[in-house]
Nanobody, 116 residues
Framework: QVQLVESGGGLVQPGGSLRLSCAAS??????MGWYRQAPGKQRELVAA???????YYADSVKGRFTISRDNGKNTVYLQMNSLKPEDTGVYYC????????????WGQGTQVTVSS
């Protein structure tokens, strides 16, 4: 069982940027993703990075978010630019299963709030 610890969230104004980090206790060589749970909504996959390097982005974040990884450090990152109020939520990382669900137990997540 891999444990996941997310960090880097905070309060930012619209148009601002944040960089999230996810430290894993084990190997992250498989497909890794970032999920977002907005208030009152279900958790959704917003970005994923496959082993071969190809990526997936939800339409709502395409062109603004970038997922990357450092396998040597077992860490996954999410660079978020041009943030919008609708990006507000708790962000989690996990290994992505074929049905887009997370493989491991969820970490505590990191809160991102976009507000003026």
């Amino acid at each position: 069982q891999v444990q996941l610890v997310e960090s880097g969230g905070g309060l930012v104004q619209p148009g601002g940027s944040l960089r999230l980090s996810c430290a894993a206790s084990g190997s992250i060589s498989s497909t890794m993703g970032w999920y977002r749970q907005a208030p009152g909504k279900q958790r959704e996959l917003v970005a994923a990075l496959r082993r071969g390097g190809s990526t997936y982005y939800a339409d709502s974040v395409k062109g603004r978010f970038t997922i990357s990884r450092d396998n040597g450090k077992n860490t996954v990152y999410l660079q978020m630019n041009s943030l919008k109020p609708e990006d507000t939520g708790v962000y989690y990382c996990n290994e992505v299963r074929p049905d887009a669900s997370g493989r491991y137990d969820w970490g505590q997540g990191t809160q991102v709030t976009v507000s003026s």
